[in-house]
């Protein structure tokens, strides 16, 4: 009864390869969120979706890219993997764009990348 | 524009000792403010909010924090440390659409 689940919770890759990091929620929430976490833990938002619409797209280079089939469902497509991608990623939703702002959200547990 | 500004990187204070977060922001209206904890290899946990009602506000794990508007603060407290309160903890303000995140502040706890 996982709220925000995360998949998979790590990746060790070559760099180069392709791979994607899938993220659902079963909290009927109409918004969800890609966020990266460096090893410094500065945490910045990547991309926000709000019931499958795109709202949010921070300067993240092409190769990343988001995919919403539905509101429960946001995952993460990097191509061409570098060396800098390694981080945790963390996938969070909130009920709506306000209530993000406004009471906080529930995040997943992380999905821990590293590319070599 | 909002922002916020965690005061100290690190914070070490002994087992049982009070614990002081400081966390300053700024808005151009009046903020949604949150803390969040992390634990070492863990996820990210809401550990209380501050949404206009209450200026004290209580959360998980015996921590309160308290908005104070004239000095645009909002601290974290905690009256007695415990080892597990050993964290990663960020102070957060609601701002267009997305939540604004502090650079953290690492909690040690020395037994």
């Known amino acids: 009864d996982t709220a925000v689940s995360q998949t998979p919770k790590y990746l060790v890759t070559q760099m180069g390869n392709d791979k994607s990091i899938k993220c659902e929620q079963n909290?009927?929430?109409?918004?969800m969120y890609w966020y990266k976490q460096d090893s410094k833990k500065f945490l910045k938002i990547m991309f926000s979706?709000?019931?499958?619409?795109?709202?949010i797209n921070e300067t993240v280079p092409n190769r990343f890219s988001p995919k919403s089939p539905d509101k429960a469902h946001l995952n993460l497509h990097i191509n061409s993997l570098e060396l800098g991608d390694s981080a945790v990623y963390f996938c969070?939703?909130?009920?709506?764009?306000?209530?993000?702002?406004?009471?906080?959200?529930?995040f997943g547990s992380g999905t821990r990348l590293t590319v070599v | 524009a909002q922002s916020v500004t965690q005061l100290d990187s690190h914070v070490s204070v002994s087992e049982g000792t009070p614990v002081l977060l400081r966390c300053n922001y700024s808005?151009?209206?009046?903020?949604?403010l949150f803390w969040y904890v992390q634990h070492p290899n863990k996820g990210l946990q809401l550990l209380l909010k501050?949404?206009?009602?209450a200026t004290l506000v209580k959360g998980i794990n015996g921590f309160e924090a308290e908005f104070k508007k004239s000095e645009t603060s909002f601290h974290l407290t905690k009256p007695s440390a415990h080892m597990s309160d050993a964290a990663e903890y960020f102070c957060?303000?609601?701002?267009?659409?997305?939540?604004?995140w502090g650079a953290g502040t690492k909690l040690i706890i020395k037994p």
């Open positions: 979706y709000n019931n499958k619409e795109l709202i």
């Open positions: 808005s151009s209206y009046s903020p949604s």
């Open positions: 969070a939703s909130s009920q709506d764009l306000g209530a993000g702002s406004n009471y906080g959200y529930t």
């Open positions: 957060v303000v609601g701002g267009n659409y997305q939540l604004i």
């Open positions: 909290l009927g929430h109409d918004t």
């Open positions: 501050y949404t206009s009602a």
